[in-house]
């Protein structure tokens, strides 16, 4: 089984300034990792994935997060956020190898971005 | 190309009553999984279907069901609604449902139940 964490719920951050924002997981299987966006009154769009190779990722919107094995961790960050950057960002994974698509998500964390 | 397509978009329903989802994937996307969204719960794997057949069921009661037709559409049912089912239910398509894919969700269906 998978579980995600996503250590803060809540971050406030002001326009052009800097946002990481960290997940951790514990699986006893590998597994691919995932950072969706959810804007308000919207679906999820995926922002960026690691499946292999650099554990640096880079996604849309200039996104990125670091994948860190030893540690578990998948943390998303962005050098300068705008006020659109505003939603809510969810970490999720998923088993390699395992049969079919079922992600496992973290709580979610809700940026906002102040002007 | 169009992106998933969840209808309706709302839909407010009485404790006991039955409701049905539905949910168009993407073009040529062959997988359909239904997730449930709350504020205490969070994103939940409700199911997965993919050529029909259901492939990964999430750890929810009986009174949640689904199916999936030839054209690849999906409908998820809910039976005698709780208060509690009250959610966002969120579908996603991918092309043949391998792990690494991506999924595509659709915008979501908010269910209140009174």
């Known amino acids: 089984a998978q579980s995600v964490t996503q250590l803060d719920s809540q971050v406030p951050v002001f326009e052009e300034a800097p946002v990481e924002l960290r997940c951790n997981y514990s699986?006893?299987?590998?597994?691919?990792l995932f950072w969706y966006v959810q804007y308000p009154n919207q679906g999820l769009q995926l922002l960026l994935k690691y499946l292999s190779g650099s554990t640096l990722v880079k996604g849309i919107n200039g996104f990125e997060a670091e994948f860190n094995k030893s540690q578990t961790s998948f943390h998303l960050r962005k050098p300068s956020v705008h006020i659109s950057d505003t939603a809510e960002y969810f970490c999720a994974v998923s088993p390699i190898r395992a049969a079919g698509n079922k992600l496992t998500f973290g709580g979610g964390t809700r940026v906002l971005v102040k002007p | 190309k169009a992106g998933v397509t969840q209808t309706p978009r709302y839909l407010i329903k009485t404790r006991g009553q039955q409701v049905t989802l539905s949910c168009s994937p993407i073009s040529g996307h062959r997988s359909v999984s239904w997730y449930q969204q709350t504020p205490g719960q969070g994103l939940q794997f409700l199911f997965e279907y993919f050529s029909e057949t259901q492939r990964n069921k999430g750890n929810f009661p009986g009174r949640f069901s689904g199916r999936q037709f030839s054209n690849s559409r999906s409908e998820m049912n809910v039976s005698t609604l709780e208060l509690g089912d009250s959610a966002l239910y969120l579908c996603a398509s991918s092309l043949a449902g391998n792990y690494q894919e991506t999924q595509y969700f659709g915008p979501g269906t908010r269910l209140l139940v009174l």
């Open positions: 699986s006893s299987v590998s597994v691919y």
